[in-house]
């Protein structure tokens, strides 16, 4: 089984900074891709920022600039650095982490997500 834990919400006002984390364990024999979705009300879960393995990225175009996503391989640690925040970007921001549980056997995890706002 694997977990998946996130951390670092929270309320911030328009222009401020967060950083979320996330970490993963059990039994997980490598990490292929490591991502931050996010989900506002009446709105369709979308990708924000994902990192490979090999430490590609690809982000969202309206958080591209402002928002930087790195990974610790050691620790099995994603985190999501959101600067220069705005009201658009407040929504539930949930961890997914696509891994080998086995030989030939690949399956991805969320998080329970964590609330963002950004509001005065």
């Known amino acids: 089984q694997v977990q998946v834990v996130e951390s670092g919400g929270g309320l911030v006002q328009p222009g401020g900074s967060l950083r979320l984390s996330c970490a993963a364990s059990?039994?997980?024999?490598?990490?292929?891709?490591m991502g931050w979705y996010r989900q506002a009300p009446g709105k369709q879960r979308e990708l924000v920022a994902a990192i490979t393995s090999g430490g590609n990225t690809n982000y969202l175009d309206s958080v591209k600039g402002r928002f930087t996503i790195s990974r610790d391989n050691a620790k099995n640690t994603v985190y999501l650095q959101m600067d220069s925040l705005n009201p658009d970007d407040t929504a539930v921001y949930y961890c997914?982490?696509?891994?080998?549980?086995?030989?030939?056997?690949?399956?991805?995890?969320w998080g329970q997500g964590t609330q963002v706002t950004v509001s005065s």
């Open positions: 997914n982490v696509d891994v080998w549980i086995g030989i030939n056997r690949r399956q991805d995890y």
């Open positions: 059990g039994s997980i024999f490598g990490i292929v891709v």
